[in-house]
């Protein structure tokens, strides 16, 4: 029959020239430095994202910016040829009034008192 060990504990091990123990401390000092190492590439890195993220930030606000400047430029121009148009057909319409009243001898003053024509104001009598 003889003896048979089912489960062996150990406790402890140790030497004179405390090698095992050195072993240890070399390999515990080289896990430290590495963990140490990727916590400063985190922080590192999660530095970079966040500075980059900024700086989309930003682009995108200029962007809309750049797009909203654009907008009202275009809205004004589109409003400065429609005042441009109304005009021109006042003018036209003016134009007609004059030449009306100069083929008829008519003065009739328009609503506000003013003369019908522009050309005729200085001998326009009310």
Known sequence: MGIGVDVLTIQEISDEEEYLNALGKRRT???KRDATIGEAEAHRDAKIKSSQALQEGEKAKFQADAEIAQSQRDFAIRQAQYQAEIETQKARA?????????????????PGGRPPCATRAARWRP
């Open 94 to 110: 003016e134009q007609s009034q004059c030449a009306l009243v100069g083929l008829n001898g008519t003065r009739t003053a328009r």
């Open 29 to 31: 000092a080289e896990v």
